[in-house]
C-alpha cells in the first residue's frame, strides 16, 4: 500500500535533470542533479559524509571527494557546473552544505 503522507517524485527527479535548492541563508539558487546508479555505488564508496560537515573540510582527501561530487551535482542558476571553492565564494556555511547533500541523498533515492 502506498504512503499517503509522501510527496510525489517531481518530473524533474524522474528525468534526472535536477531540482531547485535555495540557500535559505544567502539566497543563492542551486540545481541538484540526481546520482546516476554508477555514481551512487562510488559517492558511497567515497564515504563522504552527509550529517556534520567538518568531517568533510579536512584541507585533504575527504575535500577533495566532496569537490568532485560537487562539480558532477550542483549547478548555478544558469546550469554551470560549480565547485567546492565556488560554494565557499557564495558565502554558504556548514548548514546549508549538509542540506544541500542531504537534498542530493534524498533526489537519488
Do not use: H
Not at 557564495?90 to 537519488?108: P, Q, W
Amino acid at each position: 500500500m502506498a504512503d499517503k503522507n509522501k510527496e510525489p517524485v517531481s518530473l524533474a527527479t524522474m528525468a534526472g535533470i535536477g531540482e531547485e535548492f535555495v540557500d535559505s541563508y544567502t539566497g543563492k539558487k542551486y540545481k541538484i542533479i540526481p546520482f546516476t546508479l554508477i555514481q551512487w555505488a562510488e559517492f558511497r564508496n567515497d564515504m563522504i559524509s552527509i550529517g556534520p560537515q567538518i568531517i568533510n573540510l579536512d584541507g585533504g582527501e575527504r575535500e577533495a571527494k566532496l569537490d568532485k561530487w560537487i562539480r558532477a551535482c550542483v549547478r548555478d542558476s544558469d546550469g554551470k557546473e560549480l565547485s567546492l571553492e565556488d560554494l565557499k565564494q557564495d558565502g554558504i556555511n556548514l548548514v546549508t552544505l549538509r542540506k544541500l547533500l542531504e537534498k542530493l541523498a534524498d533526489l537519488s533515492g
